[in-house]
């Protein structure tokens, strides 16, 4: 049973720039959340997608756009990218819209030169 | 607004006992996780509160106290692999945003 996967696995870009991150939820699981985490600092909270529809945003700017796919698997798209957008960005995947346990893939590391 | 409070570094020996203790302040509360990372890589899930008492799994156990907005980890019998950090997670009760603390770095002596 393949846990959480997450694509790619590093990323460098130059400000201004797009990028888009990939994941796929762990078998049965229907709800996507997206995190980013700095270094030493806990993940902060982006975005969750359920039933391929936003349901939840923390405090990220539209630059910051996501969606899901009928497969339950989702995209992170960052426009414009910045300096401090470098981190480290966590897929959690989850069963009814992340009221049950959240698993976390390995993260793609992104760096903003 | 919404906090957690853990301490940022504990330090303990190998078979020693240790306790990280989590306090939250919160808007809607539906539970408190518990999440291990080791450098760079994946939070892994530990444990889940959602009522007050103690929860146990292997040398891992997690209490929560709701009236006090207070939880631990307590993990016993330390071995050199549990040096990682531990972060404390409020679940809020509108559909599932997980808000996490700063995190503490454990490291285990020989």
């Known amino acids: 049973d393949a846990g959480v996967t997450q694509s790619p696995t590093h990323l460098i870009k130059t400000r201004g720039q797009q990028v888009t991150l990939r994941c796929s939820p762990k078998?049965?699981?229907?709800?996507v959340s997206w995190y980013q985490q700095a270094l030493g600092q806990g993940p902060q909270f982006i975005f969750q997608?359920?039933?391929?529809?936003?349901?939840q945003r923390g405090n990220f700017p539209d630059r910051f756009s996501g969606h899901q796919f009928p497969n339950y698997s989702s995209e992170l798209n960052v426009n414009a990218l910045l300096l401090g957008d470098s981190a480290l960005y966590l897929c959690?995947?989850?069963?009814?819209?992340?009221?049950?346990?959240?698993?976390f893939g390995p993260g793609t590391r992104l760096t903003v030169l | 607004g919404q906090s957690l409070e853990q301490p940022s570094e504990v330090t303990a020996v190998e078979g020693a006992i240790v306790q990280i203790n989590c306090t939250y302040q919160?808007?809607?509360?539906?539970?408190l996780s518990w999440y291990q990372q080791h450098d760079g890589g994946a939070p892994t899930f530990l444990s889940y509160?959602?009522?007050?008492g103690l929860e146990e799994t292997g040398r891992f156990s997690s209490f929560l106290s709701r009236s006090d907005s207070y939880g631990y980890l307590l993990l016993q019998e330390l071995q050199m692999k549990d040096s990682a950090s531990y972060f404390c997670?409020?679940?809020?009760?509108?559909?599932?945003?997980?808000?996490f603390g700063q995190g503490t770095e454990l490291s285990v002596k020989p």
């Open positions: 919160t808007s809607g509360f539906y539970g």
């Open positions: 509160n959602a009522l007050d």
């Open positions: 997670a409020v679940l809020r009760n509108q559909g599932g945003k997980l808000i």
């Open positions: 997608y359920y039933e391929e529809e936003e349901r």
């Open positions: 078998s049965g699981h229907d709800t």
């Open positions: 959690a995947s989850s069963l009814g819209q992340g009221k049950d346990t959240q698993y």
